[in-house]
Structures are given as C-alpha cells and as structure tokens.
C-alpha cells in the first residue's frame, strides 16, 4: 500500500478532509503529520513534516497545503530529494508527476475548493512518471543539490 504523507498549516486546513478522503479512496494509506484544526500556525513545520518523511522514504509521497500553497512547497522543496509542485488544476497535476516525477504536491486552500483539491489529487495520484528525457533533467537538479 502506498503511503502518503499529509500536512497543511491553517490556510490549508479546509482541503485536508477532502485530500485525505480521496486518497484513501484511491487506496493509499494516508500519515497525517497535522494540523488538525484552524488555529493559526506556521507552515515551514508542516512542510519540512512531510518532506522529511517523503525523503526519508518512510511515505512514498505526500500532499501539502496552506493558503497558496506557495509558502508550503518553499520550505518542502529546501529538503534533498523533494520535488515539490504547487498545483492548481488536473492538467498541472497529471503533467508534474509525468514529467517532473513530483513526490509532492501543495495546494492552496484560499485558490482552490475541496472538490477541486480531490480531482488534483487523484489526476497526481494516478498520473504515471514517463522517465526517458524527463529523467536527464531530474537528474541535474540533484546535480543541483549536490547528489550527483
Ligand atoms: C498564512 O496566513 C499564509 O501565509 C500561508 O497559509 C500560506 O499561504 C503561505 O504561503
């Protein structure tokens, strides 16, 4: 069973009921690194949350949230081996995982709705990475990080 690994600060809160319920529609097996309720909090920490456990290996993917979903993927994407998208549409989302082999996707509770936020999630979820060309370029950005 996939595993995938969900966070959002309070900005993001309103997407995570339908995130959650549509992965595991899906099958996977969600880890749900918080937060759980609309106070306010920072989204550096739930980022890095899920980024550090996508990289570690312990969940296969993850989906992170917060107002834009901007903020969140920033701080995601400062941990090796993250590719992390903000996503916006299911054009967006199914191209990412097919071209950008994206590990995870951050959306944005003040630009999308829930019903919006569960298509995203399951055209990524279902989207199959093409390798080939994309992958030369996958491999300079770890050339970047300093991988390889
Ligand atoms: C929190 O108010 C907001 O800044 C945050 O959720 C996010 O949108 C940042 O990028």
């Not at 996939?2 to 959650?20: M, N, P, R």
Request: with cysteine; net charge negative; hydrophobic share 40%.
């Amino acid at each position: 069973m996939t595993k995938v690994a969900v966070g959002c600060d309070h900005g993001g809160f309103i997407l995570k009921e339908s995130v959650v319920s549509t992965l595991e529609r899906l099958g996977a097996e969600v880890v749900d690194l918080g937060c759980y309720d609309e106070s306010s909090v920072d989204y550096p920490v739930y980022g890095e949350k899920v980024a550090r456990s996508v990289a570690s290996g312990e969940c296969t993917l993850g989906v992170i949230m917060c107002g834009t979903g901007i903020g969140i993927s920033i701080a995601a994407n400062k941990v090796r081996g993250v590719r992390a998208a903000v996503v916006t549409n299911t054009y967006m989302a199914k191209l990412t995982k097919n071209h950008n082999n994206a590990n995870i996707i951050a959306l944005g509770g003040r630009v999308i709705s829930p019903d919006e936020a569960a298509a995203i999630v399951e055209a990524w979820y279902t989207a199959e990475y093409e390798g080939g060309r994309h992958q030369r370029r996958l491999d300079m950005i770890s050339a970047i990080e300093g991988d390889k």
